[in-house]
Each structure stands twice: as C-alpha cells, then as structure tokens.
C-alpha cells in the first residue's frame, strides 16, 4: 500500500475535514461579517467527501476529524458521521464544535462513533461570550459542555484561544476549571491569518499566568497526541495544554492534511497553498487519478509554516479553511 509520505518524510495520517465554512457565531478574529460563504454547488457533497475519505484512508489516513465553520449547521451532518464510521481503517474520529447545537444531539453523535470532542470557548462570562461571538448563547455551550461530561466524555477538550483583550485575566479560571472537572483545557496561540488583532499571547505568558494557580506537572504525552505540550496541577482531575503554532511550532512532527468544504486540499494550515481536488473529482477522473492529487497534495507540505517570516501572506481564514 502507498503511504501518504511528504518531501521531508512525514507521514500524513491525518485527514482533518472542513465540513463546511459557515458558521453560527461571528467570533472577531475568525469569521466577520464581510465574509462571504462559497455558494452550496460549490461544496463537496457528502458522498463526494465519503469517496475521498475512502481513498485517503486506502494511503494510510486512520485519523480523522471533522471540522468548519461549524460541522453541526450543515443538514445531513448525523448520516453523514454514521457513514463516515463505517469507512474500514478510520481509528479515530473526533469532532471540534462551538458546542451550541451539541447537548440535542450528544447522543446521535456517540452514536455515530465520535470518541473524542473539542468544544470552543474563550471566555466564562456570558456577556463576554456575546461580545466576541455576537451571540448571547454562553448558556447553551456550558449546557453542552455539562451535558457531554455527564455522557462521560473523557477526555472532552476546552479550546480557548488567549487573546490579550477578550481573556487574559480569565485565563486562570479557566484553569481552575480542571480541579472541579476533568476536562483538558487547551490554551492556543491566536494564529495572525490575513489580520493582526494585536492582542496576541504567547505561551510562556499564558504559562506564567497559569502558573499562579499551582505549579504544573509535565504529563507524558502519547505518541498520537498532537501538539500539545500537556501539564496538570497537583491534585487535579483534568489537564492544561498549551498549543503554540507561533512561539514552539511543531511543525516537524506535522502529520496533517485538510479537506477543505469547497474541495480544496491544503498541506498547512498556515499556508495559502492549496490543491484543487474538487474539480477532478466533478471531471469524473478515478480513484486512481484521484489518489494521485492527493500524493501530490502531500509533496507540497513545506517543512515548516511560514507564519514568523511573513504573516502578511496568509490571507485564508480559519472558518474556511478549518480549524
Ligand atoms: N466551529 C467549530 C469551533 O468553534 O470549534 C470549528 C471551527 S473553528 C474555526 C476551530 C477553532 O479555531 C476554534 O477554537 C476557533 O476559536 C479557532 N480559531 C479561529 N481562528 C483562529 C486563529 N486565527 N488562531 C487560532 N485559533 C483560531
């Protein structure tokens, strides 16, 4: 079997899969109001999505999860997951979500397979919520995140993206969260895409900052963790991660590609780079062919992002891309 295999000998088994680019929120520094969506004959269909899953998985992909925009505003998403799990060799699913559409539909998604959820939220405070996201909908995403700890999802990961004007002093509660529950609480970078918010954080200030709750604990990571350097405080139930794409990348241990919504395939997320597979698929070319872009799509991935050498070229966003 050929094996998804880059230019600098990393293997892509890592398939993350933008399942559309909308989304139901308008958080500041992602998805603004000028933003236009790609019209809906321009995305690839579920069973479009479903072929290519299958043949990136006949090149090794065994990971997969499933991203946007938000991947719950898109009809059909429940049948889609339920087909998508029955793909032979997928080892891991997981989902990333804004959380608001979750706790209704916490159990057709179980259901469906997913064994591993990332929920999105930046502050505590509802008011706040509204102010980033333009929505005043804390409640239901704290609802979901209950909910899904009540399902006992284990780990059910936090993502909080530190940005010194919306959460730097909630930073530490969010911490705190970890001695009450179990959950993985993950601090990352805000990745300059197209825009400077100029209210960036690092981690080793984000570190610091955690750190005046307790001491932090390295805790050993497994070898399909991803980038998270993961820590715990004494006596903790859950865990603090800190993914930093700016201040410590990782991208020598890079092992992703992306499916974008409008078919695109993107080797790095901080890149603008992308290859068209959704043309050759509506040409009617075959698997064959089509494994090859993919092979080519993988010869693309540069050995590192270039996002300290020139933020100014990076003009996709997150929401369109996937996150
Ligand atoms: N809608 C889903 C959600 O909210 O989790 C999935 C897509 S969203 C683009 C995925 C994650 O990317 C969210 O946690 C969001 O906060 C984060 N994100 C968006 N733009 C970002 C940026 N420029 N830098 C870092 N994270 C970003």
């Not at 899953?53 to 990971?63: A, E, M, T, Y």
């Not at 899904?148 to 059910?156: C, E, F, V, Y």
Request: aromatic share 8%; proline share 4%.
């Amino acid at each position: 079997m050929e094996i998804l295999t880059d230019s600098h000998n990393r293997v892509l088994n890592y398939l993350r899969l933008s399942l559309t680019d909308r989304c139901n929120l308008r958080c500041f520094y992602c998805v603004n109001d000028s933003v236009k969506f790609i019209p809906h004959n321009q995305i690839l269909r579920y069973e479009e999505i479903l072929r290519l899953v299958r043949l990136s998985v006949g090149l090794g992909v065994s990971k997969i999860r499933i991203t946007g925009g938000e991947p719950l505003l898109r009809a059909g998403v429940y049948d889609f997951l339920n087909k998508l799990s029955e793909i032979e060799g997928i080892k891991d699913l997981s989902l990333t979500t804004n959380g608001i559409y979750l706790k209704e539909n916490l159990d057709k998604i179980i259901g469906a397979g997913i064994n591993r959820l990332n929920i999105s939220l930046d502050t505590l405070t509802p008011e706040r919520y509204k102010i980033t996201t333009g929505k005043d909908l804390f409640g239901k995403v704290w609802d979901s995140i209950m909910a899904a700890h009540d399902k006992g999802i284990n780990p059910l990961k936090i993502n909080v993206v530190a940005i010194r004007n919306l959460n730097f002093d909630e930073l530490t509660s969010f911490a705190e969260l970890t001695f009450k529950y179990p959950f993985h609480i993950r601090f990352i970078e805000y990745m300059p895409m197209g825009e400077d918010i100029n209210g960036n954080l690092l981690t080793p200030e984000i570190r610091s900052r955690i750190e005046s709750v307790g001491q932090l604990h390295e805790v050993e990571s497994g070898s399909g963790d991803g980038p998270a350097e993961r820590f715990k405080f004494k006596g903790a139930k859950g865990e603090i991660g800190f993914i930093s794409p700016i201040s410590k990348h990782f991208c020598s241990n890079c092992n992703r590609l992306r499916l974008t919504a409008s078919g695109m395939l993107r080797p790095c997320l901080l890149s603008d780079h992308k290859i068209n597979i959704i043309k050759p698929l509506r040409d009617g070319l075959s698997d064959d062919e089509l494994t090859k872009v993919f092979l080519k799509a993988a010869s693309f991935k540069q050995k590192k992002h270039l996002l300290d050498s020139s933020p100014d070229k990076i003009v996709s966003k997150m929401h369109s891309i996937g996150g």
